[in-house]
């Protein structure tokens, strides 16, 4: 089945400390991959996407690229800061064919000042 | 507000008693989603709708579980007899199709949740 391992946490950084949080999948398809973040006491956004190999999704500073030949989608960010401390959950969907989101377990990152 | 809404955002019951949560999709939507997630763990998919034609259950959806989705805009989920073990968050997403680099994605606004506990 289809499947996501991503780094466990959780995670503590300090400001302007460069972040990774490796992902890698499992998929009986073609997937498009995704970052989703869920802020202390809010809901799953979409932090960003990538729906083919070698794409690059970027968003607030976060970048992740699409590696087919090693089934990764790693997320980075050069510079974090406080307003980053949040769960981080990559997830993929196989577009098409099924439908629903499989999540990694998530990995919990906090940033000191 | 025009995103994913859910009601009640709380929900505290005694084990054996039914609940059912509502949720509002984007209104142009007509995808819709449940999820539960459990502490420390990513969502894990329970049952999807198109329109209202519920096309997909996961085996997590026991017989206790039901789900609607009349005339293809809001739905509701249903626990009959709850568990312990159902003590969770339940999340509603909802999307419509689209297009990036010339492939089909499916990407899917969540709602805030309903905790449920079940003591």
């Known amino acids: 089945g289809d499947s996501v391992t991503q780094m466990e946490g959780p995670v503590t950084l300090s400001e302007e400390a460069f972040l990774t949080i490796n992902c890698t999948y499992t998929?009986?398809?073609?997937?498009?991959l995704f970052w989703y973040v869920q802020y202390p006491g809010e809901g799953l956004q979409l932090l960003l996407k990538a729906t083919k190999a070698d794409d690059k999704g970027s968003n607030k500073g976060f970048e992740a690229t699409y590696r087919k030949e090693t089934t990764s989608f790693h997320l980075e960010k050069g510079s974090v800061q406080v307003s980053d401390s949040a769960v981080y959950f990559c997830?993929?969907?196989?577009?098409?064919?099924?439908?629903?989101?499989?999540f990694g377990a998530g990995t919990t990152v906090t940033v000191r000042a | 507000d025009t995103g994913v809404s859910q009601d009640p955002r709380h929900k505290i019951t005694k084990r054996g008693q039914n609940v059912t949560f509502r949720c509002d999709p984007i209104?142009?939507?007509?995808?819709l989603y449940w999820y539960r997630q459990t502490l420390g763990q990513g969502p894990e998919f329970l049952t999807y709708?198109?329109?209202?034609?519920?096309?997909?259950k996961s085996r997590l959806l026991s017989d206790r579980f039901s789900a609607e989705r009349p005339k293809g805009s809001f739905s509701t989920l249903e626990i009959q007899r709850t568990e312990q073990g159902d003590s969770a968050m339940y999340l509603c997403a909802s999307s419509f199709p689209g297009l990036a680099g010339g492939r089909s994605y499916n990407e899917q606004f969540f709602g805030p949740g309903t905790r449920l506990t079940v003591l």
């Open positions: 997830a993929l969907v196989i577009p098409l064919y099924r439908y629903k989101l499989s």
């Open positions: 209104s142009e939507h007509n995808r």
């Open positions: 998929a009986t398809g073609y997937p498009s």
């Open positions: 709708f198109q329109n209202e034609a519920q096309l997909e």
